[in-house]
């Protein structure tokens, strides 16, 4: 399961389609043109801003991680491939995209975004800020921001298409390591140590040079519970604390 999730991470957005045009025809939701060919408007035919007494919309680009915090709309958004920005306004939602993404493409999937953030009940905008396991902290460092940018942008919404979640638990910056947990059908999957190796770590470790393992809590916690129940002759042979000590272990070769 897992597997096949992170190998497609380039494509996280597949089989949506005909979920997208299900739920369109109950919600109605409009475009319009605007005079920037790079913006849509979509009008969802409800109120998105229910506080718009000021007339202050919301804007924020794609590198405002603050104000997108505030916005479980807008995080949704910008989880979409080619989001450059996003402007709330009193009914509507204006997204602006890159040059190199078509809107046949991009459109459908904020359809959904809209659709599943009405479903869920959440307002489009908060007065704080939401505070997730992959928020960027102010006194997170540059290395565990791009770690949680990762893990939020990149590899959840890869997981999340099949059922599963994956969480950031936190970063050892004297190893390297980087802990994880996972979640739904992830748990228990037996290709998750595999993938995680193949899928999670390889790509931390290709943006972020200095990661260099990643460990989920999971295994960490079965270890122990079957080294507590393990012989004392079993219990001196030390557990591997690395995927690729965990791969070579079990006889599974390893190559980057």
Known sequence: MLSRALNS?????????????????????QTEDTPNPESLKFLPGRPVLTDFSDNAGFYA???DGQEIARSPLAKAL????????????SDF?????VAQHQWAHVRIQIFSAIMEHYASGKPALSETAEITDTTILDDDDEVVAMIKELLETRIRPAVQ????????VGFEPETGIVEVK????????????????????????????EVTSVISREEEEEE?????????????????????????????????
């Open 9 to 29: 991470l380039a494509t996280t957005t597949r089989r949506r389609l005909p979920a997208v045009q299900q739920t369109i025809r109950t919600m109605f939701i």
């Open 61 to 63: 680009t794609k590198t």
């Open 78 to 89: 910008f989880a979409v491939e080619g989001v450059k920005s996003v402007y709330l306004g």
């Open 93 to 97: 939602v204006t997204v602006t995209k």
């Open 161 to 168: 298409e099949d059922g599963g979640d994956i969480r950031y």
């Open 182 to 209: 996972l979640a739904g059908s992830c748990v228990g999957c037996p290709s998750s140590s595999v993938t995680l190796k193949q899928g999670v770590e390889n790509m931390l470790m290709h943006y972020i040079p």
């Open 224 to 256: 122990e519970d079957e080294g507590s129940d393990s012989s004392e002759e079993e219990n001196k042979v030390p557990s591997a604390k690395t995927y690729e000590e965990r791969l070579a272990a079990a006889g599974i070769p390893f190559s980057d």
